[in-house]
């Protein structure tokens, strides 16, 4: 079965604006979690989504937001980006969330310039 | 914070030597879990650790979840040039996931 598709692979924006990132998971999966990867703070939880409730929230500013529609696809938005947003963003879903293990899709990397 | 620490942070070895990452929380974690990411690749589940004193083995790979269920450990025994990338464990606290902040480990063959 197809994995986590995550779209786009590559983004460059600019400070200030805003994006949105996509990720599909896994058919069957109903949880979606966000994840903000880089050299110098390594994987950071942004947040996990179960049947399009927000179940648990890291601790990332008001302008990290998410969504998950009912077929279980989910999209990450950032607002007013910031230079430090630059970043390798990862989604992973599973079949119900935890204890079970996550399953990643390759990412986004996102430049802000 | 950071609440899941892992040592070493990067660890170079000759292929066929063994190699340890140990991963210590400063909480108690509800299970462990164990990652490996590919240089440019994404991080690949490998195994979830539930139970005290748990250990799991995975052919060359040992798991270990601690007694206090706050430290855990990953042991590759005669390492291969494919067991490199890095390796993060990862564990529940409450309604936060933590991943630690991984190993990275070179195989030089």
């Known amino acids: 079965k197809a994995g986590v598709t995550q779209t786009p692979r590559y983004l460059i924006k600019t400070r200030g604006q805003q994006v949105t990132l996509s990720c599909s998971p896994i058919?069957?999966?109903?949880?979606v979690s966000w994840y903000q990867q880089t050299p110098g703070q390594g994987l950071q939880f942004l947040f996990e989504?179960?049947?399009?409730?927000?179940?648990n929230k890291g601790n990332f500013p008001g302008r990290f937001s998410g969504r998950q529609f009912s077929n279980s696809r989910s999209e990450m938005n950032v607002s007013t980006l910031e230079l430090g947003d630059s970043a390798l963003y990862l989604c992973?879903?599973?079949?119900?969330?935890?204890?079970?293990?996550?399953?990643f899709g390759s990412g986004t990397r996102l430049t802000v310039v | 914070g950071q609440q899941v620490m892992q040592i070493p942070q990067y660890q170079h070895v000759q292929e066929g030597e063994d190699f340890t990452t140990y991963c210590n929380s400063s909480?108690?974690?509800?299970?462990i879990q164990w990652y490996k990411q590919r240089p440019g690749g994404h991080p690949v589940f490998l195994i979830q650790?539930?139970?005290?004193?748990e250990v799991k083995k995975q052919k060359r790979l040992t798991f270990q979840f601690g007694e206090a269920k706050k430290n855990s450990s990953l042991h590759i025994t005669a390492t291969q040039t494919t067991d490199v990338g890095t390796y993060f464990c990862?564990?529940?606290?409450?309604?936060?996931?933590?991943f630690g902040t991984g190993t990275s480990l070179t195989v030089i063959p």
């Open positions: 990862a564990g529940h606290t409450g309604n936060q996931f933590y």
């Open positions: 650790l539930v139970k005290s004193g």
């Open positions: 992973a879903s599973s079949f119900q969330g935890p204890p079970v293990g996550y399953t």
């Open positions: 058919s069957g999966h109903r949880s």
């Open positions: 909480t108690t974690l509800s299970n």
């Open positions: 989504y179960f049947s399009e409730t927000q179940r």
